[in-house]
Each structure stands twice: as C-alpha cells, then as structure tokens.
C-alpha cells in the first residue's frame, strides 16, 4: 500500500491510498453478476488495484473507505 495523493477540497481535504488485494475475499459477489461477462476480473486488467479514501491522516485503519 502506498500513499497515491491529496485531494484538496473546499471544506475538508482527503487522502488516497493505493494497493493490491492479496486474494479476492467472498468470490465475484453481488456487484460482479450486474456487471456481466465484459467485467475484467478482481485484480487483472484495469482492475488491479484498490483505492482508499480518508479525510484525516491521523485516524485509524477503520476510518479508511
């Protein structure tokens, strides 16, 4: 996981992580079967990695969405 940037905004600023998943937990879920069968899978394609949103760098790991 690495820092991937700051996005300033006008009343709070917010901070992006970057990083990869290390196996897809739970399957395909819900979300993928909407998509249909031109949905790349988890991990591969444009799809490799995750984000992370924060509006303070001082909280925990649960604060991270």
Do not use: P
Not at 19 to 36: F, I, Q, R, Y
Not at 43 to 58: C, E, H, L, Q, R
């Amino acid at each position: 996981m690495r820092l991937w940037g700051k996005i300033r905004g006008t009343e709070k600023d917010y901070y992006v992580a970057e990083g990869k998943l290390e196996a897809a937990e739970g399957g395909e879920g819900e979300g993928a079967a909407a998509l249909g069968d031109d949905a790349e899978a988890r991990g591969t394609g444009v799809n490799v990695f995750v984000y992370w949103v924060t509006n303070s760098a001082m909280c925990n790991a649960a604060a991270w969405t």
